[in-house]
T-cell receptor, first 109, second 114 residues
Framework: SQQGEEDPQALSIQEGENATMNCSYKTSINNLQWYRQNSGRGLVHLILIRSNEREKHSGRLRVTLDTSKKSSSLLITASRAADTASYFC?????????FGTGTSLTVIP | EAQVTQNPRYLITVTGKKLTVTCSQNMNHEYMSWYRQDPGLGLRQIYYSMNVEVTDKGDVPEGYKVSRKEKRNFPLILESPSPNQTSLYFCASQPYRGLGTEAFFGQGTRLTVV
């Protein structure tokens, strides 16, 4: 399966700290996206990085992509309690979208 | 407001009783898809549709049917639900495929089959 794997599965940090989560995938991709899911709700798009990009920023988010290692990382800086959620990477192969298993982030006030 | 609407949000049914989960988007998106989400397995794609009258199987299509008669609607049909189809289901749409566009998700349908 193309499905990505996020690491760690769960992460607990103090408010103000940075949170880093990683995603590995198996085959070639067109782009990779990160999504956020609040408990049991629909996923919300955070950021998209194309296969020819290495790094992208959006507000407190920083995403990197290493296509040679088939991996990506999402960094959330200066975390807030409201960042508590599950985060998923999604790889776009052109026809299909494959989601990873997610990282559950808890930010403690 | 641009949105993907799923109904119902919660559904409890019995084994073998046919059901349909509706999905509608108001963004004129070409691509629509259905996912199921299970603990420890993430989201897995059930079916997707590149455009009207064009549907294809995802990773876990067994036990499901879909149709795409109109651009805005993409219902998910369970002809004979079984307990292993108890899950959280999401519909999603994207403007088009191939160049990388974000997916817009519905709020989910929590299905329990007893």
């Amino acid at each position: 399966s193309q499905q990505g794997e996020e690491d760690p599965q769960a992460l607990s940090i103090q408010e103000g700290e940075n949170a880093t989560m990683n995603c590995s995938y198996k085959t070639s991709i067109n782009n990779l996206q990160w999504y956020r899911q609040n408990s049991g709700r629909g996923l919300v798009h955070l950021i998209l990085i194309r296969s020819n990009e290495r790094e992208k920023h959006s507000g407190r988010l920083r995403v990197t992509l290493d296509t040679s290692k088939k991996s990506s990382s999402l960094l959330i800086t200066a975390s807030r309690a409201a960042d508590t959620a599950s985060y998923f990477c999604a790889t776009d192969t052109g026809n299909q979208f494959y989601f990873g298993t997610g990282t559950s982030l808890t930010v403690i006030p | 407001e641009a949105q993907v609407t799923q109904n119902p949000r919660y559904l409890i049914t019995v084994t073998g009783k046919k059901l349909t989960v509706t999905c509608s988007q108001n963004m004129n998106h070409e691509y629509m898809s259905w996912y199921r989400q299970d603990p420890g397995l993430g989201l897995r794609q059930i079916y997707y549709s590149m455009n009207v009258e064009v549907t294809d199987k995802g990773d876990v299509p067994e036990g499901y049917k879909v149709s795409r008669k109109e651009k805005r609607n993409f219902p998910l049909i369970l002809e004979s639900p079984s307990p292993n189809q108890t899950s959280l289901y999401f519909c999603a749409s994207q403007p088009y495929r191939g160049l990388g566009t974000e997916a817009f998700f519905g709020q989910g349908t929590r299905l329990t089959v007893v």
